[in-house]
């Protein structure tokens, strides 16, 4: 009796001290962030990338038990992530349209529970077959996040805050990542189906509080002002101009008149929108930059795990810690990348944002390299942090500078087509390092090994992509601001 309440007291001690934890660490977020409403805004939409770097994490982490249960191999195991990302790719240019048509907190949360339904699919299947299939249904309603979540951004969030803003968004797919390999992935050792049903159930929770999300006013003209901020109109920005566009001209950069819409950009077709798009040459510049990184990190997703305990000599468990602790490099990457290139930004340096990703990018290769190369798991911890931090820090710069050379009226559709291009280099990826490493290296430790090496050549000119960019974006950005001046011309309430 009194074990037992030595026990419950202990046990509540250590539910208080959790609690106390729990609150003083979302205060500080709170802070961090600018006020409880935009915080609420970061994390749901964080967590909506987390929920599907999570599922493909898990395939990747489940490979062994996946290869036994299903008899299958590395290819199958990469087919398995490729269509659910081709579908994806395929499904992303509709959901671009959309998000710049409909009410988009209720549409995401709709796909979300969508998602939970096929993650379950996935885990009562009984042959290779039927879990192709339900990866299929799955890719198609996890398209909906990239043109979604961009779309949101730009409304929700001033110009000169949104790479921090994306920095912490972004941090979800990492944070979903580690969920992916170190828990789901533990608990897939034991079984594959529970590890996705685990993963399902917080969907649709999710889907609930992204419902009660309020919609913002399209063309992020009432952003979510954070508590303390600059409000009046001396600020750095207006509703009608971005902090990078101010800068623009005040350079006095001039645009590029045939790129200058002389239409209103929320009519245009699709096809006209897509046309559009791709002729900004920062924007090709970008999206390049984007698939290529992204097709190198979805090969790690995929074959991490797999890739660390043969080439280091390790078992699963400490091959999951490891890939924890280089996350933690990711998380902390991703966060500084974002804020480095708003301030380079708001000390007058346009290029920051681009500047930031490319030396990033470039830093990325040189780091991994070693990485793949040694045998030691000590030698190769740190390199990989380092790695994983110049990787990730790219990314939030680089979301953040697209919203500043897009039209507000065509931030989904311009999302749309960089997901497609993108997701479509993700989907070869898994396919490609598993090919590659059963049949152009010959499979086992050695296979991984080179597989890895040579796919740094995509990782490589995405930052040669990026440099490029440099000469590019300052027109690039001159032009979307005559676009806005023109649309606020066109206003009503202009007269």
């Keep these: 009796m009194t074990s037992g309440s030595a026990g419950r007291r202990a046990a509540g001690t250590a539910a208080a001290f959790v609690g106390r934890l729990t609150a003083a660490g979302t205060r500080s977020l709170e802070h961090t962030l600018g006020g409880a409403q935009r915080t609420r805004v ?26 036994h249960g299903l008899h299958i191999t590395n290819t199958d195991i990469g087919l398995l992530v490729s269509v659910s990302s081709l579908v994806a790719a395929a499904a992303s240019l509709p959901f671009g349209v959309l998000a710049d048509r409909v009410r988009r907190t209720w549409f995401l949360a709709g796909a979300i529970v969508l998602w939970g339904g096929a993650m379950i699919w996935s885990a009562t299947v009984s042959s290779f077959g039927e879990l192709l ?48 390999f170190a828990v789901t992935g533990d608990i897939a050792a034991l079984s594959w189906r529970a590890a996705f049903v685990i993963l399902a159930l917080p969907a649709f929770v999710l889907a609930w509080l992204v419902a009660r999300l309020p919609e913002p006013a399209r063309g992020g003209s009432e952003p979510l002002i954070a508590e303390g901020a600059v409000t009046d ?41 897509v046309r559009y798009i791709l002729r900004v040459r920062t924007n090709v510049v970008l999206i390049l930059a984007s698939a290529f990184g992204y097709y190198f990190l979805a090969g790690v997703q995929t074959f991490g795990v797999e890739f660390t305990t043969h ?21 902390t990457g991703v ?26 990018a ?33 990314n939030p710069p680089l979301d953040a500078a697209r919203l500043d ?35 152009v290296f010959g499979g086992g430790r050695s296979g991984l090994q080179w ?40 206003s009503p309430s202009s007269g």
Excluded at 42 to 61: F, H, K, P
Aim: charged share 15%; no cysteine.
């Design 42 to 67: 970061v994390v749901l939409l964080a967590s909506v990338l987390a929920l599907g770097s999570a599922d493909a994490s898990t395939v990747g982490a489940s490979a062994t038990q996946l290869r």
């Design 133 to 180: 299939v339900a990866r299929l249904a799955l890719g198609g309603v996890t398209a909906i996040a990239g043109p979604f979540i961009a779309s949101l951004v730009g409304d929700y969030f001033r110009a000169s805050e949104r790479g921090r803003i994306y920095g912490f968004i972004l941090a979800g797919e990492l944070v979903g990542a580690g969920v992916g």
């Design 233 to 273: 109109t001396d600020s750095r920005e207006s509703q009608d101009e971005t902090a990078a566009q101010q800068l623009a001209r005040q350079n006095q950069i001039e645009p590029h008149e045939d790129l200058v819409l002389t239409q209103d950009p929320a009519r245009l077709g699709l096809i006209a929108a």
């Design 311 to 331: 080439q280091y000599g390790i078992d699963q468990a400490l091959a999951n810690l490891l890939l924890l602790v280089v996350g933690v490099g990711a998380i």
């Design 335 to 360: 966060l500084a990348g974002g804020a480095i290139g708003d301030l380079l930004l708001r000390h007058g340096y346009l290029n920051g944002r681009i500047l930031v990703s490319a030396v990033a």
């Design 362 to 394: 470039a830093a990325a290769v040189v780091l991994f390299l070693p990485a793949i190369l040694t045998h030691s798991a000590r030698t190769a911890v740190l390199y990989l942090v380092f790695a994983a931090f110049a990787i990730s820090a790219q």
């Design 405 to 439: 050379i897009m039209p507000p009226l065509l931030w989904g559709r311009a999302e749309g087509v960089r997901t497609f291009l993108r997701t479509a280099a993700q989907a070869l990826a898994p396919l490609l390092f598993g090919a590659s490493s059963d049949y």
């Design 451 to 490: 597989t890895f090496a040579v796919m740094l050549v995509p990782l490589a000119a995405s930052a040669y992509y990026l440099f490029a960019g440099l000469r590019t974006y300052p027109r690039d950005v001159a032009t979307a601001a005559a676009t806005a001046a023109r649309a606020a011309a066109r």
